[in-house]
């Protein structure tokens, strides 16, 4: 097995696979069918379903609990003709979800109003004051979106006022459920439905099928997928089973979008619809959308997402992009405070906060803190009494079971395994994070450890080309869960090196390997002068940059290497 003492990090090459595991994938280059079997994906009927992204991936509705039972109430609620709510998260999987069930409801044929609530004024979920202002407009049903299956006093408050509730949410269910009128989840005990990491744009999505399909059929997702696709990319859910498809689906349709909120974000991003891929929404959009709720009010991205007005969705942008930018300096001035507040030693478990944080950029914070040191992390910021925490996590660490075996000292708290937030009492929070840091240091072993970065396959580039390279394309979309491959090749020639960027820290390279010659890029990486020969770590991507697309090596890392590796 390859090591590769990188500039960043220490990379070791993934074992090679087995020549049987090889053989049953015979149809596929030898190549994709190792990458194949190190995602899990271990027979021809797997492989071909997940290389197609075959609709066989999305799932039947009507499996999912209380999909009936939502639909009918629903219905009920257009023949009466009442005002229905949608109330959803702010993030950009709540806004993208509320965005999409406010379509599918519109295009249904329901009098439908929306609400977000403010992330520190209201903080997350339904909450009683939030019932009586839709009351006051005359909504009789609410339909939640990303949110509501904790939610048991508001839904109860909503009930006693004569108001039913639909909940979605993807969000782990507790013992005790609300009084709603209906509860799709499929975490819920007799849930029949057989892919769980749904998001909450997707729960919607579902929902909008049961109930836009059998009167619209195939046109039911005119405008609802490739929303479903953005959320589903920025709320980081694994791009495997039914999401790979609804990514994968949702691209294509953006790539013809008719959205005006969309056109015009694409245009403030330098995107042309072409060439939006799962990167470029997890990079440029996903931040744009989430910025609002970050730093004012998550309704100026919904805003966005719903409007037909060009000259407001232009307006709206230029707001998004303002916030985006002040999203960026926050973040990086409130993670340089965070770092002076780290021990030496770093603990299994990183707590960091101040009353001075603002709540919409801790948990970029605790994202940035785990990815440097490898442990868990919380950051939190400080409303009055009430502590504010937003958490992220490393393998290993489930943060939604951790916060769960904390509820005692707990005001609210929900979340998954990788991200989570809760608010508790200021005079609880020393004991909770004592708490923490011992469950962290009972499932992780004591102090954080530096994991190696893994290499799928150490080749030379001319492997990468022909039926390989087009077999490669069709592994997209990348990401959480189907990440985009890691190569490792060894002695390529370097021809030309300069820097880029205001700070100068960036590199572009013209490389010279198997007689060909590369272009090649490093992000956030200091080049060494002089070096000749360089063994890289990389992933295989294509630039549109100034024109035509071309072929890019994006280098995670590179070592100077003695001589050049000869072509096999």
Same mark, same amino acid.
């Given at each position: 097995?390859?090591?590769?003492?990188?500039?960043?990090? =220490?990379?070791?090459?993934?074992?090679? +696979?087995?020549?049987?595991?090889?053989?049953?994938? !015979?149809?596929?280059?030898?190549?994709?069918?190792?990458?194949?079997?190190?995602?899990?994906?271990?027979?021809?009927?797997?492989?071909?379903?997940?290389?197609?992204?075959?609709?066989?991936?999305?799932?039947?509705?009507? +499996?999912?609990?209380?999909?009936?039972?939502?639909?009918?109430?629903?219905?009920?609620?257009?023949?009466?003709?009442?005002?229905?709510?949608?109330?959803?998260?702010?993030?950009?999987?709540?806004?993208?979800?509320?965005?999409?069930?406010?379509?599918?409801?519109?295009?249904?044929?329901?009098?439908?109003?929306? *609400?977000?609530?403010?992330?520190?004024?209201?903080?997350?979920?339904?909450?009683?004051?939030?019932?009586?202002?839709?009351?006051?407009?005359?909504?009789?049903?609410?339909?939640?979106?990303?949110?509501?299956?904790?939610?048991?006093?508001?839904?109860?408050?909503?009930?006693?006022?004569?108001?039913?509730?639909?909940?979605?949410?993807?969000?782990?269910?507790?013992?005790?459920?609300?009084?709603?009128?209906?509860?799709?989840?499929?975490?819920?005990?007799?849930? =029949?439905?057989?892919?769980?990491?749904?998001?909450?744009?997707?729960? +919607?999505?579902?929902?909008?099928?049961?109930?836009?399909?059998?009167?619209?059929?195939?046109?039911?997702?005119?405008?609802?997928?490739?929303?479903?696709?953005?959320?589903?990319?920025?709320?980081?859910?694994?791009?495997?089973?039914?999401?790979?498809?609804?990514?994968?689906?949702?691209?294509?349709?953006?790539?013809?979008?008719?959205?005006?909120?969309?056109?015009?974000?694409?245009?403030?991003?330098?995107?042309?619809?072409?060439?939006?891929?799962?990167?470029?929404?997890?990079?440029?959009?996903?931040?744009?959308?989430?910025?609002?709720?970050? #730093?004012?009010?998550?309704?100026?991205?919904?805003?966005?997402?719903?409007?037909?007005?060009?000259?407001?969705?232009?307006? #709206?942008?230029?707001?998004?992009?303002? *916030?985006?930018?002040?999203?960026?300096?926050? +973040?990086?001035?409130?993670?340089?405070?965070?770092?002076?507040?780290?021990?030496?030693?770093?603990?299994?478990?990183?707590?960091?906060?101040?009353?001075?944080?603002?709540?919409?950029?801790?948990?970029?914070?605790?994202?940035?803190?785990?990815?440097?040191?490898?442990?868990?992390?919380?950051? *939190?910021?400080?409303?009055?009494?009430?502590?504010?925490?937003?958490?992220? !996590?490393?393998?290993?660490?489930?943060?939604?079971?951790?916060?769960?075996?904390?509820?005692?000292?707990?005001? =609210?708290?929900?979340?998954?395994?990788?991200?989570?937030?809760?608010?508790?009492?200021?005079?609880?929070?020393?004991?909770?994070?004592?708490?923490?840091?011992?469950?962290?240091?009972?499932?992780?072993?004591?102090?954080?450890?530096?994991?190696?970065?893994?290499?799928?396959?150490?080749?030379?580039?001319?492997? #990468?080309?022909?039926?390989?390279?087009?077999?490669?394309?069709?592994?997209?979309?990348?990401?959480?869960?189907?990440?985009?491959?890691?190569?490792?090749?060894?002695?390529?020639?370097?021809?030309?090196?300069?820097?880029?960027?205001?700070?100068?820290?960036?590199?572009?390279?013209?490389?010279?390997?198997?007689?060909?010659?590369?272009?090649?890029?490093?992000?956030?990486?200091?080049?060494?002068?002089?070096?000749? *020969?360089?063994?890289?770590?990389?992933?295989?991507?294509?630039?549109?940059?100034?024109?035509?697309?071309?072929?890019?090596?994006?280098?995670?890392?590179?070592?100077?290497?003695?001589?050049?590796?000869?072509?096999?």
């Amino acid at each position: 097995m390859g090591v590769l003492e990188g500039q960043q990090r =220490r990379w070791r090459v993934a074992p090679e +696979t087995s020549p049987s595991a090889i053989a049953a994938l !015979s149809h596929l280059p030898p190549l994709i069918a190792h990458l194949l079997v190190r995602r899990g994906i271990t027979t021809a009927d797997q492989a071909n379903e997940f290389m197609e992204a075959a609709d066989s991936l999305f799932e039947d509705p009507r +499996t999912l609990p209380d999909v009936d039972r939502a639909t009918a109430r629903i219905k009920a609620a257009r023949d009466r003709g009442e005002t229905v709510a949608v109330y959803g998260d702010f993030d950009a999987d709540g806004v993208t979800g509320t965005a999409l069930m406010v379509k599918a409801f519109r295009h249904y044929g329901l009098n439908v109003i929306s *609400y977000i609530p403010h992330r520190v004024r209201e903080g997350h979920g339904l909450n009683v004051g939030a019932v009586d202002s839709l009351r006051e407009q005359g909504v009789k049903l609410i339909v939640t979106v990303d949110c509501g299956v904790t939610d048991i006093a508001a839904i109860q408050h909503a009930s006693d006022h004569g108001i039913d509730t639909v909940v979605t949410d993807h969000h782990l269910v507790a013992e005790n459920l609300p009084n709603a009128a209906a509860i799709i989840n499929p975490h819920a005990e007799h849930s =029949r439905y057989a892919f769980d990491h749904l998001t909450g744009v997707g729960m +919607t999505l579902k929902l909008s099928q049961a109930l836009l399909e059998p009167e619209f059929g195939e046109r039911w997702t005119e405008g609802l997928m490739e929303l479903a696709a953005i959320g589903t990319i920025t709320d980081m859910a694994p791009l495997l089973g039914e999401n790979r498809y609804i990514v994968h689906r949702g691209l294509k349709h953006l790539a013809k979008t008719s959205s005006t909120g969309l056109l015009a974000l694409l245009r403030a991003a330098r995107t042309e619809l072409a060439h939006v891929t799962a990167e470029t929404i997890g990079f440029t959009i996903g931040p744009r959308l989430n910025a609002a709720g970050r #730093l004012d009010h998550a309704d100026i991205a919904l805003d966005l997402l719903t409007t037909n007005d060009r000259a407001r969705a232009e307006t #709206l942008v230029v707001e998004l992009d303002g *916030y985006n930018a002040q999203r960026r300096e926050l +973040t990086e001035s409130t993670q340089a405070i965070a770092r002076q507040q780290l021990p030496a030693q770093i603990p299994p478990l990183i707590a960091v906060g101040s009353p001075e944080f603002n709540p919409g950029v801790v948990g970029l914070v605790a994202g940035k803190l785990a990815e440097e040191f490898g442990a868990p992390a919380l950051c *939190y910021a400080q409303d009055g009494d009430t502590i504010m925490a937003s958490c992220r !996590s490393t393998p290993g660490f489930h943060w939604a079971d951790a916060l769960t075996a904390c509820e005692d000292l707990l005001l =609210r708290h929900g979340g998954h395994a990788q991200a989570a937030g809760f608010a508790c009492k200021a005079g609880d929070l020393p004991v909770l994070i004592e708490r923490l840091q011992a469950i962290a240091a009972e499932q992780l072993g004591g102090s954080p450890k530096v994991v190696d970065g893994v290499v799928d396959a150490e080749v030379q580039l001319a492997e #990468l080309m022909g039926p390989t390279f087009q077999a490669l394309r069709k592994m997209e979309p990348f990401g959480i869960g189907n990440p985009s491959p890691l190569f490792l090749t060894r002695g390529a020639e370097v021809r030309d090196a300069r820097t880029m960027g205001a700070a100068r820290n960036h590199f572009r390279l013209t490389l010279v390997a198997g007689g060909a010659t590369w272009d090649a890029v490093g992000f956030r990486q200091e080049w060494i002068d002089g070096t000749r *020969y360089v063994d890289i770590v990389y992933t295989l991507d294509i630039d549109h940059w100034n024109g035509s697309p071309r072929l890019r090596l994006t280098l995670r890392d590179y070592a100077p290497s003695a001589q050049p590796r000869l072509a096999l």
